[in-house]
């Protein structure tokens, strides 16, 4: 799922695990819904379910709308408890700008979700020249061929990184999950030196610490072997997010890769998927082979759900470096010796893992 929207013509490979990303940006002057989006906390689910609901939680989603985006975004509409205060697209991931902006807003539409600021970030990287493939991008850009209502809906009037900044001010604490490259939050960072203070907690989908990393598909360099897309896509900008002192939660591929999407997930999916956030998933299951033939991976719905506070993986703490030159180890997120400066996510529960997000996205 999160993996970023992968080409259908995407090689099987089985230690590859993608990620992709997405950006928007809004007409000037577009009039500007609350940064405070109001969203209703609803009951816990049935203690049959297995799912319990934690504590509630505020959150800034940065992403770049690839698939498992757009399933992780619809999960976190559908939690309860869960209140997204601001979606800021990343224009350096899968999805472009200004097409991000339509596809999140569709999506919101689509969900009849609460009005939420969102905001496209800028299209080149804080340093170098590394994109996703060309065929990925496209297919973000046309919303990965989920059908997505019109709307009245529109951008906030103003960048992703101003919009981190506001939010982050009138609710001190706020959390961030990141599901993309890390481009807005790192210029958000440098733009404002009291950001950092008034962030909560950061996870971040992206890095591969202790296993290979999934720089594959067409048009990919080739002689890569460690990185993950998403760090790889802007290496200085999560050098500046590991740097800054906030102590960002990798949802690395060494756990996502334990949370393959199975067949018999896609299968329950299909006959369970009832609520409107079970039907996205369900959607793109039934348009999207490769999302279930063993090569994709639950890398958003995973960061999501431990985003949101569910207990579905277990973190170890880390030091590392990010690799920033050209070469082919350009990504990788090195584990070194010192003080830890991350935790990446060690071990995942798929079982759990799968329960909690079909269960959340039907509503129940």
Known sequence: MRARP??????????????????????????????????????????????????????????????????????????????????????TGEVQCPQGDAVAL????????????????????????????????????????????????????????????????????????????????????????????????????????????????PGAPSGNGVAEWNIYVDPHAAAVVVASGLQPRLVSLDGTSQVPVTTAFAQQVASKASAPGAKVLADLFATHPFMTDGTYYLWDPLAAELAAGYSVGTFSAATVTIEEADGPESGFTRPTDGPANVTYLSTADRASAEETLLTTLNGS
Not at 8 to 15: F, G, K, R, W
Not at 81 to 90: D, K, M, P, Q
Not at 129 to 147: K, N, Q, V
């Open 6 to 91: 992968h080409s259908l013509q995407l090689v099987a490979a089985a230690l590859a695990v993608l990620v992709p990303a997405a950006c928007s940006a809004g007409p000037a002057t577009s009039p500007q819904p609350s940064a405070t989006a109001s969203r209703k906390a609803s009951s816990s689910p049935a203690a049959s379910t297995g799912v319990t609901t934690p504590h509630a939680q505020k959150l800034v989603v940065d992403t770049d709308l690839a698939p498992d985006d757009l399933v992780a975004l619809s999960f976190l509409l559908s939690a309860p408890g869960v209140e997204v205060v601001a979606i800021t697209v990343s224009g």
């Open 106 to 217: 569709g999506l919101l539409e689509r969900l009849g979700a609460p009005q939420i600021p969102v905001a496209c970030g800028r299209d080149t990287p804080l340093a170098g020249d590394h994109a996703f493939p060309d065929a990925w991008r496209e297919a973000a850009d046309e919303g990965s061929a989920l059908a997505l209502p019109e709307t009245a809906r529109v951008p906030y009037n103003g960048t992703a990184t101003a919009l981190i900044s506001r939010v982050a001010e009138e609710d001190p604490g706020l959390a961030v999950l990141t599901l993309g490259p890390l481009t807005n939050l790192a210029e958000a960072l440098q733009a404002d030196s009291s950001l950092a203070g008034r962030l909560g907690q950061v996870t971040v989908m992206g890095g591969a610490l202790r296993v290979p990393g999934n720089i594959l598909g």
